[in-house]
């Protein structure tokens, strides 16, 4: 049995028998509110997974470097070892969420231009904003990085964009990490509907986790549409 190195709320990570490749395991739970709220949803980890394959298929046929070496199955990835920057990096493209709360802006107000926000991540925190300064004073990371890293998450949001407007989806926002392979930063972890807001085009419900935050729907059945809609396109 390969030993367990990191278990996540939607994700456990193990070793291999190469030091620099990591074995990436999906799981069926679903959490809200830094765990606060949890729910074993069976099927959901495959869900995941495929979304998740599929953006980062479209993200590396693109020019986007990441961590992901292949699919070893419905909810396994095997992924290159990286040293992961403590930081939840969010692009915003339309108001929703934590940002209507703080500045009392309409939900769903398109923004005048992206934004990108860094919370650090700690769940013993609640993962609090950071600002560039701040990530720079603290050693996570210094001003290249910090550039490098913002830029890539700005030239994501223009790929992705096209990409699920294609599916009828708004990319209302997301959340992405960054890691470090061999002095390289590269996108790490996932792209899935549990970290990114997903509206319908035309009845701008939520395709995303938020269905499972607010008790709008069956979570399961919502990313299977998903994942039909993004196939089928």
Known sequence: MAKLLYEGKAKNVYETDKADELLMVYKDQATAFNGKKKEILPGKGVLNCQISVLVFDYLIKNG????????????????????????????????????????????????????????????ALDDPFINDSQVHALKIADKEEINYIKEQALKINQLLIPFFAESDFDLVDFKLEFGKVAGEIVLVDEFSPDNCRLWDKRSHHSMDKDVFRKHEGDLVKTYQEVLER???H
């Open 64 to 123: 986007i470097k990441t961590h992901l070496i292949k699919t070893l199955s419905d909810h396994e990835q095997l992924v290159k070892k990286s040293d992961v920057f403590p930081l939840e990096v969010v692009v915003r493209n339309i108001a929703s969420g934590s940002l209507v709360k703080k500045f009392h802006v309409e939900n769903g107000m398109k923004l005048r231009e992206p934004i990108v926000e860094f919370y650090y991540k700690s769940d």
């Open 230 to 232: 993004l196939t089928n």
